[in-house]
């Protein structure tokens, strides 16, 4: 389930910070958005690794 999680908040990021370059007026709130769903995706990634071992 972790791994779910994490790897559509990375899709999701990523996609978003392709849109940001698309439409300049909503530029600013994707990247802010693009970046938070990276890093919790990154985060719920290294907080699932223990349970793979």
């Known amino acids: 389930m ?13 996609g978003l910070s392709f849109a940001a370059t698309r439409s ?3 530029s600013e709130i994707c990247e802010i958005w693009s ?3 990276l ?5 719920l990634l290294g907080a699932g690794l223990p349970l793979f071992r």
């Not at 890093?39 to 985060?43: S, V």
Request: proline share 4%; glycine share 16%.
């Open 35 to 37: 970046g938070r769903l």
């Open 2 to 14: 972790i791994a779910a999680l994490s790897l559509s908040s990375l899709l999701l990021g990523t």
């Open 39 to 43: 890093i919790a995706g990154l985060g």
């Open 24 to 26: 300049p007026a909503r």
